[in-house]
């Protein structure tokens, strides 16, 4: 389970959210998400896993590589 700092980026910009948001949905510490999405640290699998986790179950599909480069997208409302 991957997670790369501008797809994390790009999922809060899809869903509106601050880092303070993500930080609280995740229960990630607020300068751990920073310095993640700045690229000065890999959080632990465990917080990667919160921070992804958060951002699926608010409706962020993540896109692997697919010869265009790793992205996200939302889930279609039904």
Same mark, same amino acid.
Do not use: H
């Given at each position: 389970?991957?997670?790369?700092?501008?797809?994390?980026?790009?999922?809060?910009?899809?869903?509106?959210?601050?880092?303070?948001?993500?930080? /609280? %949905?995740?229960?990630? =510490?607020?300068? !751990?998400?920073?310095?993640?999405?700045?690229?000065?640290?890999?959080?632990? +699998?465990?917080?990667? /896993? %919160?921070?992804?986790? =958060?951002?699926? !179950?608010?409706?962020?599909?993540?896109?692997?590589?697919?010869?265009?480069? +790793?992205?996200?997208?939302?889930?279609?409302?039904?």
């Amino acid at each position: 389970m991957s997670l790369l700092p501008s797809q994390c980026r790009a999922a809060r910009g899809l869903l509106g959210w601050s880092q303070a948001q993500l930080s /609280a %949905a995740s229960k990630v =510490a607020p300068a !751990t998400l920073a310095n993640f999405e700045l690229g000065k640290r890999t959080p632990m +699998p465990n917080n990667l /896993a %919160a921070i992804r986790g =958060a951002l699926e !179950t608010a409706g962020v599909i993540f896109v692997d590589e697919n010869g265009e480069g +790793p992205g996200v997208r939302l889930r279609k409302n039904t």
